[in-house]
């Protein structure tokens, strides 16, 4: 039999919660890769700390959060290991061993990183982590050589990245690291309810583990056509966050649109049907939610660093041999 292709995905414990574009950018497409792959789900701990250092109490109890919306939301522990990235030592060892072929260069030109020294404050207060962040998602990702690396659109400057510093080790030491595909979620970008994009840091998202009453809330506050201030007044669901998760949530979407446009219905109308469609998508995920506790969580997680370590350990000791260490 052969081994079964691998899949490898983290997302940050920078929160307790993930939100619907965490689930359609990356999180929908990991759930669908689990019957062909062997899909390692990991809740990147460390790369929590290049943005909160200074308070990093949260982020154990935010990394068992984090992973039980991942098995809430379908990922089945039993096929695919849910991991804490802190629990494979191993990550850290090929963070070291990548930093030392990785140009400076590279890293300053990656987009976010000056946006998120800017946020920090300058280069005065700036955390070395913070630079070699993409060097640190390089490990993690090459660790356990990916046949894929499903995540947002948002993601696709650091993979680009990964894959320069898996070529030039290649080029240095010899072929250990083979080329993976970047899987874009089918929702590149889901927008916030202020359409900008739906992100934990700017307070815009609808959450997978928050009340009915929650979600109904913050999509009646949703951003809509500003010029629409009438039923009768013609609106534009592509500028419209309501429109935006009618299009993915409600089977109706197309009539939705179009009477938006053409003036038929208003945006209460929408965003009643909105909050329906999401509800109902989301209740599922939500009931699976409420069964986990941390004892539950906790044993997956420690079965699934077991298994992460594995892999990463058999990786270590070809990149140990390539270079010459051992
Ligand atoms: P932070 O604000 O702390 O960066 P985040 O909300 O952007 O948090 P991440 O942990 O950075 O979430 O991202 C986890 C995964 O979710 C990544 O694959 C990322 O591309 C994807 N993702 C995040 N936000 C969106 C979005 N609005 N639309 C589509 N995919 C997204
Ligand atoms: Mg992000």
Known sequence: M????????GMRSTGAKLHLGNYEGALRNWVKLQSDYKVFAMVADWHALTTQFDDPSKIGQNSREVAKDFVAAGIDPEKSPVFVQSHVKEHAELHLLLSMVTPLGWLERVPTYKEKQQDLGGAEREPYGLLGYPVLQSADILMYKPYGVPVGKDQAPHLEISREIARRFNHLYGDVFPEFA???GEVAVLPGI????MSKSYDNCVYINETPEETAKKI???FTTPSKIKMTDPGVPEGCAVC????VYSPDWKTQWEEDREGLRGCSKNKNECIEAVNEFLRPI????AQLDDATIEEILKKGADEAREVAQQTMQEVRQAMGLW
């Open 2 to 9: 052969t081994p079964q292709k691998r899949i490898l995905s």
């Open 220 to 222: 009646k506050g949703a």
């Open 182 to 184: 970047s899987m874009i």
């Open 244 to 247: 935006q998760y009618l299009k």
């Open 194 to 197: 202020d359409m900008r994009k």
């Open 286 to 289: 939500r009931e699976r939610r």
